[in-house]
């Protein structure tokens, strides 16, 4: 089977991004796979399998290789006796903006490109952890309480404290804070501020359990992942999300009731059909008194979430064979036509 990665972006995330990717390579060894990496100026290149090293984007050795085009059904590198085109499907694991904003989704759907991620409705939707909650409230999912703050509402925050500061479009814990007091609360607003407009206040509490469950949608039917429970402190800073980027070994399964595991399941399918038909997702749930609470969307999960897959490169295939078609309209001019014979023209 042959697809591309496609990687990199201009966002904060744009180094995690490489990290998943070359992550996914070792993991699709089965696969005939290209490497397709967008600069933070939204330049693409083809990038050489064994320059795979993160420290070919370090280097800005990346810029040495040949350029690639968007075209309508793939990419082309263009040369002075010609072009060639990668008309292969794409794994979008371009973390962040750019990747889970809707962006990339969209620049592939108007160049038909057949690609795995969320579409530009889902990426919308998931990028942005206020219109999340929205979202899944609107479904029967269940989500903690929250405030939605910017800079001229800082100093309305009525969560009693312990409560977790976070930027609303960021992944990878980036910006996050736990504020315990009032000494606390300045510098955790100034941090995440640097990172969004938008920041979330909710409620941080102690020993909550934690399950993290990914999947898809494939030929009408689900295919879950293991439910991981991750081992933290408090909660996952950076530095721990950044390693879990590179896994590739296969978690261990969490100790739970097949009674909850169903019920994450039901809540993950809630959330996962049909709005994210086409991408493999990850959903992190809070356990709370046997309820359970959508924490957040991972619409691009780091490295795909290989680790939670017994058959990672299997769930891929399987994806590939059944990704969503957009519908091909055909422009006939009629109504033109109909108007200028009327008018004799």
Same mark, same amino acid.
């Given at each position: 089977? %042959? ?20 992550? !996914? %390579? ?24 064994? %320059? ?32 060639? =085109? ?46 999340? =909650? ?31 500061? %976070? ?14 007091? !009032?000494?606390?609360?300045? &510098? ?22 934690? &399950? ?11 295919? &879950?992942?293991? $439910? ?5 402190? /408090? ?25 909850? $595991?169903?019920?994450? =399941?039901?809540?993950?399918? $809630? ?20 309820? !359970? ?16 897959? /017994? ?31 009327? =008018?004799?023209?």
């Amino acid at each position: 089977m %042959k697809c591309a990665l496609l990687f990199g972006g201009a966002s904060y995330e744009h180094e995690i991004s490489i990290v998943s990717a070359i992550t !996914v %390579k070792g993991k699709l060894s089965r696969f005939e796979l290209s490497y397709i990496f967008c600069d933070q100026d939204h330049t693409f290149y083809l990038i050489e399998a064994s %320059k795979m090293k993160a420290t070919t984007f370090s280097r800005g050795e990346h810029r040495k290789m040949p350029q690639l085009f968007m075209t309508n059904g793939g990419f082309e590198q263009r040369g002075l006796f010609g072009s060639k =085109k990668f008309d292969m499907p794409v794994i979008n694991i371009i973390h962040g903006g750019d990747g889970e904003d809707g962006s990339i989704a969209a620049m592939l759907d108007f160049y038909s490109i057949p690609f795995i991620g969320p579409r530009k409705e889902a990426s919308m939707l998931s990028f942005d952890k206020h219109y999340t =909650k929205w979202m899944a409230n609107s479904l029967g999912v269940k989500i903690l309480p929250f405030e939605a703050i910017t800079q001229t509402s800082r100093n309305d925050i009525k969560t009693a404290y312990p409560f977790i500061v %976070k930027p609303a479009r960021l992944g990878s814990s980036i910006g996050v804070s736990v504020v315990q007091d !009032v000494s606390e609360l300045e &510098y955790a607003l100034d941090v995440a501020f640097e990172f969004d407009t938008v920041l979330l206040i909710e409620p941080f509490i102690s020993g909550v359990k934690e &399950y993290n469950l990914a999947g898809f949608s494939a030929r009408g039917e689900m295919t &879950y992942s293991i $439910v991981e429970e991750p081992q933290k402190a /408090e909660f996952l800073d950076f530095e721990k999300k950044y390693l879990d980027f590179s896994r590739s070994s296969t978690v261990a399964e969490a100790p739970i009731s097949q009674e909850l $595991v169903q019920q994450l =399941k039901t809540a993950f399918k $809630v959330i996962y059909s049909p709005l994210f038909e086409g991408a493999i997702i990850r959903c992190d749930f809070f356990v709370i008194d046997d309820e !359970v609470y959508l924490n957040e969307v991972n619409p691009i999960p780091g490295s795909m979430a290989n680790y939670l897959f /017994e058959d990672f490169q299997g769930a891929v295939n399987k994806l590939l064979g059944s990704l969503p078609t957009k519908k091909e309209i055909r422009i006939q001019y009629d109504y033109i036509h109909s108007i200028s014979s009327a =008018k004799g023209k």
